[in-house]
């Protein structure tokens, strides 16, 4: 496991009670400037917000059906906080989170897509770095990751590293789980 996620999901279990308390927000943000390397700064937040998330989206299936909930009340604070922590780093997030569901779904995605292309020689270890980046880019949103996939793989048809053949079934695979992504693909890809 890595570091990072381990730290992170140490600090949300440990933490998870006081998402409503005023403690939280501060107690995040001592323990992301606690992590010296911005990469690393930004996986942490991140997984922070993808908690809340989650954690937002629990209470609402169960037992926050009212919009005076305590819980509809901590969370656009604390994901305003988190946003804005990141948005410090430089990081612009969208609206359009990947849940940890999502998110995890498309590593696996990308994981078998790096499988599938480990017959291409040619060109291999810039589409296994590509393919590592994009999952490095999840903090994006889904709308501009998956414009960043589709342009990722375009630029590989673009430049022989692969044929259409060989790019379509990796977009399909992609498309699957988040819907079509050919209005997002260079013409010819």
Same mark, same amino acid.
């Given at each position: 496991?890595?570091?990072?996620?381990?730290?992170? =999901?140490? @600090?949300? /279990? /440990?933490?998870?009670?006081?998402? +409503?308390? &005023?403690?939280?927000?501060?107690?995040?943000?001592?323990?992301?400037? +606690?992590?010296?390397?911005? /990469?690393?700064?930004?996986? @942490?937040? !991140?997984?922070?917000? =993808?908690?809340?998330?989650?954690?937002?989206?629990?209470?609402?299936? !169960?037992?926050? !059906? $009212?919009?005076?909930?305590?819980? =509809?009340?901590?969370?656009?604070?604390?994901?305003? @906080?988190?946003?804005?922590?990141?948005?410090?780093?430089?990081?612009?997030?969208?609206?359009?989170? @990947? !849940?940890? +569901?999502?998110?995890? $779904?498309?590593?696996?995605?990308?994981?078998?897509?790096?499988?599938?292309?480990?017959?291409?020689?040619?060109?291999?270890?810039?589409?296994?770095?590509?393919?590592?980046?994009? &999952?490095?880019?999840?903090?994006?949103?889904?709308?501009?990751?998956?414009?960043?996939?589709?342009?990722?793989?375009?630029?590989?048809?673009?430049?022989?590293?692969?044929?259409?053949?060989?790019?379509?079934?990796?977009? =399909?695979?992609?498309?699957?789980?988040?819907?079509?992504?050919?209005?997002?693909?260079?013409?010819?890809?």
């Amino acid at each position: 496991m890595n570091v990072i996620r381990q730290l992170a =999901e140490e @600090f949300t /279990k /440990k933490n998870r009670n006081y998402y +409503e308390s &005023k403690d939280y927000l501060p107690k995040a943000r001592q323990a992301a400037h +606690e992590i010296d390397s911005r /990469k690393d700064r930004i996986d @942490f937040l !991140t997984i922070l917000l =993808e908690d809340q998330v989650k954690w937002i989206m629990e209470h609402r299936a !169960t037992n926050c !059906t $009212s919009p005076n909930c305590s819980y =509809e009340k901590a969370y656009p604070k604390n994901s305003y @906080f988190l946003n804005q922590e990141l948005a410090r780093l430089g990081v612009n997030v969208d609206e359009d989170a @990947f !849940t940890p +569901e999502e998110r995890d $779904s498309m590593l696996d995605r990308l994981d078998q897509i790096l499988k599938d292309l480990e017959q291409i020689r040619d060109g291999q270890g810039i589409i296994a770095q590509d393919v590592e980046d994009l &999952k490095d880019l999840m903090y994006l949103g889904k709308r501009k990751w998956k414009r960043q996939f589709a342009g990722t793989v375009g630029d590989w048809v673009a430049a022989g590293m692969v044929s259409e053949a060989v790019a379509k079934p990796l977009v =399909e695979k992609i498309a699957g789980a988040m819907g079509s992504l050919s209005a997002y693909l260079p013409a010819g890809a």
